[in-house]
């Protein structure tokens, strides 16, 4: 027997399954693209090649996409699902959550491994992976090789939340000669800000963070997060599959 959770949201959409142990065996990540049908196929034809018998498994989708896959078993909330993948990837109960996704961040605040209170960023692509995208974009380079550029620059801010207009800030800086990391930093600390004054909603500070998304392997983001917080700032690589990780583990008996 397999559990799999499938997470399609705006820009990736995520794969995860576990075997009738619990133990994680499987996960993938491929683009969204511009239909959640097609992905969701895309994921079944993923499965069939390892072997998983859709018929011997439980699957639960979420996401922006969850209404998409036509396989599932059940349909269960990204706030939910991310909170309980982050617990179970961290091994915490009581925590805060912050997830950086590719259109929104989730503030998520967990008190005995439950969803107590959330926030979260729906409205602009500030303090989101679009956003680094973006400015990456911009910059010639990939959102990678922004935050590694960015430990090594300083002293420039961009002051713009938006992301247009930020984007023109850039630009100007770019046009005047300022140094690509100089312009990096501001890019990263930028997403930082946006996602401190989020936090601070939950009036988060002084404790345990788990960061997901896909933003969770930039190393240099989650240490200026932990500066920002005043907190420790917990990070894993199988972060970014913490919604698909918490809909396989809502498949599990139990």
């Known amino acids: 027997m397999h559990y799999i959770g499938i997470d399609i949201g705006s820009t990736c959409a995520k794969l995860a399954v576990l075997?009738?142990?619990?133990n994680l065996i499987l996960t993938s990540v491929q683009p969204t693209g511009w239909s959640s049908v097609d992905t969701a196929e895309s994921m079944r034809q993923k499965l069939a090649a390892e072997g998983i018998d859709l018929e011997q498994a439980r699957c639960i989708a979420t996401g922006y996409g969850r209404i998409s896959v036509p396989y599932a078993d059940k349909m269960v909330t990204e706030?939910?699902?991310?909170?309980?993948g982050a617990a179970w990837i961290h091994q915490v109960r009581d925590s805060v959550v912050i997830d950086i996704g590719g259109q929104d961040t989730k503030i998520i605040r967990l008190e005995d491994g439950r969803v107590r209170d959330f926030v979260m960023?729906?409205?602009c692509s500030a303090g989101t992976g679009r956003f680094l995208e973006v400015m990456g974009n911009t910059m010639g380079l990939r959102p990678n090789e922004v935050c590694e550029l960015a430990r090594d620059g300083n002293g420039?801010?961009?002051?713009?939340?938006?992301?247009v207009f930020a984007e023109s800030e850039v630009i100007s800086l770019i046009g005047r000669g300022e140094k690509k990391e100089n312009i990096a930093f501001a890019v990263?600390?930028?997403?930082?800000?946006?996602?401190?004054s989020q936090s601070s909603r939950?009036?988060?500070?002084?404790?345990?963070v788990c960061l997901t998304g896909g933003l969770c392997e930039c190393g240099y983001l989650k240490e200026i997060l932990a500066q920002k917080l005043n907190c420790t700032v917990l990070a894993a690589a199988q972060g970014r599959y913490a919604g698909a990780v918490g809909?396989?583990?809502?498949?599990?008996?139990?």
């Open 19 to 22: 075997d009738e142990t619990g």
């Open 79 to 84: 706030i939910t699902c991310h909170a309980k």
């Open 121 to 123: 960023n729906d409205k």
């Open 156 to 163: 420039v801010t961009i002051s713009s939340m938006c992301t």
């Open 188 to 196: 990263v600390d930028s997403i930082a800000d946006k996602v401190v």
């Open 202 to 208: 939950l009036e988060v500070g002084g404790e345990e």
């Open 247 to 254: 809909a396989a583990l809502f498949g599990l008996p139990g």
